[in-house]
């Protein structure tokens, strides 16, 4: 099976009309193309990275704020001056762009702009046979992020090339996954940071509050974020975490997001490898979030590469009851009660607190306001981060 074409989207810097690329958006994933969106209000220099990092066939643009011209042209000159041009521009902007605009626009490197009137699916057209082919004879990567994304690339087709996606599985066999196969992971390799929890808890907003402290405490560090978004197998998909991130839009965040293609439990089958490779590419910290989970997930269980597991909750998970089902709260190592803005936070953390002592190991409790800057909840999580010895250490310690 081929995999599906990625693609970016956004909206640029001074510009909140997102009602239009979210209508694209969906258009765009019904028809089997995984878009990764990064959302309104974004700079040149942010639209690039993130299309670097995300390795996408092209970046879809959506321009309502007159500033055009200049802005995909800006956009085209610095995916060139990153090496980075096999990645092509298109987009829109309605009666905004006038015919002799979209003539300069193209002049500039643009690849096509899509007037008002056009429908849905001529754009989904346009989509898959300009963009429908992977990139061949790829010119050598000029930096390590371009390098890092290809791989990255390299091994979710792999694992999407199988004839048979077999269900949770973690094992390579095709060439390129030979490659970059996992089980001889060095030992000196970055702490790995997992997050997981039902969706809409925060987990988002709290890594990116998390990688705002980092990049304070550590001036010259760098951290990777690796994100899931579910997908059916063979089907689109919104990845749409980076559009929840400000912080993280910093060249010191490499962040990756991914479709988990068909497989149940919040992680795709190409996880384990890229997390393996991303453990070993020298970043301080690597953080990976799932997808909304429900009762039963375990995402992490037989991965083996997490050394700290962090379930980020909704204070509203319904009684007590519900809170006996949840096998991440046997498992976890740091239990986040996020939202605590909200009225029932009090008794989330009692009920929590109260299922963790029952569990009789030593498990962390925080409650956090993850929207809120400067929490001094996530202030105490970050410390706890920051203070836990990753389990890889501990295990070489102990050889
Ligand atoms: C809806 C709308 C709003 C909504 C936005 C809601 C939202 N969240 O997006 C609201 C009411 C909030 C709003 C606010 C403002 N708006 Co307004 N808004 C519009 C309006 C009416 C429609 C735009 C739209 O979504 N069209 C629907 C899309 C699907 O169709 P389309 O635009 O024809 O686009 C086609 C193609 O170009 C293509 N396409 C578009 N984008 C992309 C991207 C890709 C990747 C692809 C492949 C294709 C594609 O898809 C369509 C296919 O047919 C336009 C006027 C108009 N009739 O165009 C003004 C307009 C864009 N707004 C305008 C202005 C000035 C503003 C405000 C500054 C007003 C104010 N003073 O507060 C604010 C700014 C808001 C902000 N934060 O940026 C001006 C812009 C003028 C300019 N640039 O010179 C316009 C043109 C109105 C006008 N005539 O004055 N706006
Ligand atoms: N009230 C309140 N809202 C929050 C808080 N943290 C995050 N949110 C909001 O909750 C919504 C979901 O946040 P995300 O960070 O995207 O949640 P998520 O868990 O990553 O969601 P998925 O990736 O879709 O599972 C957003 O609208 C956030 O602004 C918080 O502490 N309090
Ligand atoms: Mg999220």
Same mark, same amino acid.
């Given at each position: 099976m081929a995999s599906p074409i990625r693609i970016l989207t956004a909206v640029p810097i001074c510009d909140g009309h997102d009602s239009a690329i979210n209508t694209i958006n969906l258009e765009f994933i019904r028809h089997g193309i995984e878009v990764v969106y990064l959302g309104y209000h974004?700079?040149?220099?942010?639209?690039?990275?993130?299309?670097?990092?995300?390795?996408?066939?092209?970046?879809?643009?959506?321009?309502?704020?007159?500033?055009?011209?200049?802005?995909?042209?800006?956009?085209?000159?610095?995916?060139?001056?990153?090496?980075?041009?096999?990645?092509?521009?298109?987009? /829109? &902007?309605? *009666?905004?762009? #006038?015919?002799? =605009?979209?003539?300069?626009? @193209?002049r500039k490197g643009v690849d096509k702009i899509f007037f008002a009137g056009t429908s849905l699916s001529e754009m989904v057209q346009f989509v898959r046979r300009q963009y429908g082919k992977p990139h061949r004879k790829r010119a050598r990567a000029k930096t390590a992020d371009i390098d890092l994304a290809r791989k990255l690339t390299e091994i979710e087709d792999a694992f999407t090339s199988r004839k048979?996606?077999?269900?949770?599985?973690?094992?390579?066999?095709?060439?390129?996954?030979?490659?970059?196969?996992?089980?001889?992971?060095?030992?000196?390799?970055?702490?790995?940071?997992?997050?997981?929890?039902? /969706? &809409?808890? *925060?987990?988002? #907003?709290?890594? =990116?509050?998390?990688?705002? @402290?980092?990049?304070?405490?550590?001036?010259?560090?760098?951290?990777?974020?690796?994100?899931?978004?579910?997908?059916?197998?063979?089907?689109?998909?919104?990845?749409?975490?980076?559009?929840?991130?400000?912080?993280?839009?910093?060249?010191?965040?490499?962040?990756?997001?991914?479709?988990?293609?068909?497989?149940?439990?919040?992680?795709?089958?190409?996880?384990?490898?890229?997390?393996?490779?991303?453990?070993?590419?020298?970043?301080?910290?690597?953080?990976?979030?799932?997808?909304?989970?429900?009762?039963?997930?375990?995402?992490?269980?037989?991965?083996?590469?997490?050394?700290?597991?962090?379930?980020?909750?909704?204070?509203?998970?319904?009684? @007590?009851?519900?809170?006996?089902?949840?096998?991440m709260l046997d498992l976890a190592d740091v239990v986040v009660v996020n939202k605590s803005d909200l009225q029932r936070a009090r008794t989330a953390h009692t009920e929590v607190e109260q299922r963790l002592e029952q569990n009789r190991r030593s498990q962390q409790l925080v409650d956090t306001v993850a929207k809120r800057h400067r929490d001094p909840g996530v202030d105490r999580l970050f410390d706890l981060i920051s203070a836990s010895e990753p389990a890889s250490r501990r295990k070489d310690r102990k050889k």
């Open positions: 974004r700079s040149v220099s942010d639209i690039v990275r993130a299309a670097i990092q995300e390795d996408v066939r092209a970046i879809g643009i959506s321009s309502y704020n007159g500033g055009h011209v200049e802005f995909f042209a800006e956009v085209v000159n610095l995916l060139c001056k990153h090496g980075a041009d096999e990645i092509k521009v298109f987009g /829109g &902007g309605g *009666g905004t762009i #006038t015919d002799v =605009d979209a003539t300069a626009m @193209r048979r996606p077999t269900p949770n599985a973690q094992r390579p066999t095709s060439k390129a996954e030979k490659k970059h196969q996992t089980s001889k992971i060095k030992h000196q390799r970055s702490p790995v940071i997992g997050f997981t929890g039902p /969706g &809409g808890a *925060g987990k988002t #907003t709290l890594i =990116d509050e998390l990688v705002l @402290r980092f990049l304070r405490k550590s001036p010259k560090g760098r951290v990777a974020i690796l994100s899931h978004d579910p997908s059916v197998v063979g089907e689109g998909a919104l990845l749409g975490d980076r559009a929840t991130m400000i912080n993280s839009q910093n060249d010191r965040v490499f962040m990756r997001s991914m479709a988990t293609r068909g497989q149940a439990g919040g992680l795709s089958p190409a996880t384990h490898d890229c997390l393996a490779l991303l453990s070993r590419a020298s970043f301080d910290y690597v953080i990976i979030e799932t997808v909304g989970t429900g009762q039963e997930a375990m995402p992490f269980r037989k991965n083996g590469i997490v050394d700290l597991n962090v379930l980020v909750m909704n204070p509203d998970y319904g009684s @007590r009851l519900q809170l006996q089902k949840i096998v």
